[in-house]
Structures are given as C-alpha cells and as structure tokens.
C-alpha cells in the first residue's frame, strides 16, 4: 500500500513484547543474568537473533529504559522501569481487548454505509 513518503514514520514507539519477538528475546535473556553486561555479539550468539538485529532491537530497548548501557556492553533495565512499562502494556491491551482496535471501521462494527437517498 502506497503512503505519504514525506509524513511517513515507522517508529510509532511502541515495541513488540510477544514471545519470540527481538525485543521480547533479548529481555528475557538479559533478564536470566541481572548483574551482568553483554556485548551484541554476545547477545546475538546466546539468543540466535540476527546480529544486524540485535543493535538496532538494544536501542529501541534504550529508548524506553528497558536496558541499560555502557559500551560495549547491555544489561537489563532498572526493576521499577521494567514494571512500569509491563503495566502499562498490559493496561493498553485489556483496553484493546473491550474497547476494540483504533480501526475506525472495527469501531463502527464493520457496517455498510447508509444510502439516505
């Protein structure tokens, strides 16, 4: 599907926390070893993420305080950070799941436009 090019941003800022998603891999792993750094190479080999994934996922880890950071090296997050942002995903879902996706045609229950006419 053709989009804006100009107005286009594909990081909506939102990061993809399923099981087996990147970013729920790498967590999960750095989870199992709080008091420890690892490299992306590291990272890479424990998990079986692509390498050219792993950067690009630690960062937008980064971004929303998930991880930390000290070259070269990446831990889990602070506790408190990690829990706020599991709240705040599972808050977002339970609205999800009553009030229904922001697809406006979900909202309106999928129905056939009217003819007045």
């Not at 008091?35 to 190479?41: R, S």
Request: proline share 8%; charged share 25%.
């Amino acid at each position: 599907m053709p989009v804006q090019f100009d107005t286009y941003d594909e990081n909506t800022g939102a990061i993809d926390l399923t099981e087996g998603s990147n970013a729920h891999t790498v967590l999960s792993f750095l989870a199992e070893h709080p008091d420890q750094g690892f490299t992306p190479k590291e990272i890479h080999q424990e998990t079986n993420i692509p390498y050219g994934s792993v950067g690009p996922t630690l960062n937008r880890l980064e971004e929303h305080g998930l991880v930390r950071h000290k070259e070269p090296y990446w831990a889990i997050g602070d506790p408190d950070q990690l829990s706020s942002y599991a709240a705040m995903e599972s808050t977002i879902t339970a609205i999800e799941e009553r009030l229904g996706s922001e697809d406006p045609d979900d909202w309106l229950g999928n129905a056939e436009p009217v003819n007045d006419t």
